[in-house]
């Protein structure tokens, strides 16, 4: 029986309960994928807390769960680029990859290459995307300096890297345990806090061409000062972002840009995604856990099948 992870109010993690549920159907343009893993995502607590909701009870039972790897299992009406048996990774069609099977979008998949595991490459659809998007609107380019807020999380560790291989000089926040992390993959760390601009003007003397605030933790003022004007600060994750006059990036674009740049990155070592930390699909609630109280190394991955 298939199996997935649902829950039926808005609530903490205890709401998350392991259900039976019908085999998915894919309907037009859709692929049925049998899930092997499943990457972890603020956005998934933050669903599931009800902060999209306005207010409103939940109507009916909700997965979770925004990307996945897996083998196609079955192909909806029109679905010419898949067939059963591929082994591929990309983006949930409904938010609800946490489960035995799921659908997602023909478009909203890429095929996986043998040389990345299935739980490597569960973890890579969502930062990859949103910090190639975030590095594209920002505008930076080779020869600039970038400020990277949260660098040693899954969307700026993946921005550090991909910035660094542009020829970009990255100074990434993070917490102390998280410095030679953040040297090992080519940032100038810094840390949050008091003083902050101090610590940022020293480590960038040449000054900060852009900022990638991907904490969301009221860094937005000082962003401001360090890059010279809101135009050159970008948030994925700050909520207050208009007040400050800074563009909220939220709109995802497609996976295949994203992935031309940073699968030959990923092959040569140029890019690495840590896995902070694997849980099975029945201890979901856990690894959601483990994700809204942060600090991070990396992705939390849910192993669903060998
Ligand atoms: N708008 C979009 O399209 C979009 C897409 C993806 C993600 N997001 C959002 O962007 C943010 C980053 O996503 P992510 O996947 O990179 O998150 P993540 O992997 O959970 O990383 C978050 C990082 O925040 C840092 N952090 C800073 N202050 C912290 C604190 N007080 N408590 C806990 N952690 C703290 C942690 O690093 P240290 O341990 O070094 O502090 C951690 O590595 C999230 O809010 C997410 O919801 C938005």
């Known amino acids: 029986m298939p199996k997935a992870i649902r829950f039926s109010e808005y609530g903490d993690a205890d709401t998350l309960r392991l259900t039976d549920v019908p085999l998915p159907e894919p309907g037009p343009g859709q692929v049925r994928v049998r899930v092997k893993a499943v990457g972890v995502n603020g956005i998934d607590w933050k669903i599931r807390k009800g902060f999209f909701g306005d207010g409103e009870p939940l109507r009916s039972p909700m997965g979770t769960g925004s990307e996945l790897s897996g083998v196609v299992d079955a192909v909806g009406p029109g679905v010419t680029a898949w067939r059963a048996g591929q082994p591929v990774f990309g983006r949930s069609a409904h938010r609800s990859a946490a489960a035995t099977h799921d659908l997602a979008a023909e478009d909203d998949l890429i095929a996986k290459p043998d040389w990345l595991t299935f739980e490597q490459a569960a973890a890579l659809p969502i930062a990859v995307e949103t910090a190639h998007r975030a590095l594209r609107e920002l505008g930076v380019s080779a020869g600039q300096t970038l400020l990277v807020h949260a660098a040693a999380g ?126 099975p699909l029945d201890r979901t609630a856990d690894a959601q856990r483990h994700s809204e109280n942060g600090h991070l190394q990396g992705k939390i991955i849910i192993k669903v099948e060998d």
Do not use: C, W
Request: aromatic share 4%; proline share 7%; net charge negative.
């Open 154 to 279: 899954g969307v700026g560790l993946t921005a550090t890297q991909l910035a660094a291989a542009r020829g970009i000089t990255v100074i990434g926040t993070a917490s102390d345990r998280n410095h030679p992390f953040l040297r090992k993959i080519g940032a100038t760390p810094v840390a949050y806090g008091d003083g902050l601009v101090e610590r940022v003007r020293a480590a960038a003397p040449q000054g900060v061409d852009a900022v990638l605030d991907a904490s969301g933790r009221g860094v937005l003022p000082d962003s401001i000062a360090l890059a010279g004007g809101p135009d050159h600060v970008l948030t994925i994750a700050d909520v207050t972002a208009a007040e400050h006059g800074v563009r909220f990036s939220a709109t995802p674009g497609p996976l295949t840009a994203a992935f031309e740049e940073v699968l030959p990155l990923l092959r040569e070592g140029g890019l690495h995604m840590p896995v902070d930390s694997v849980y």
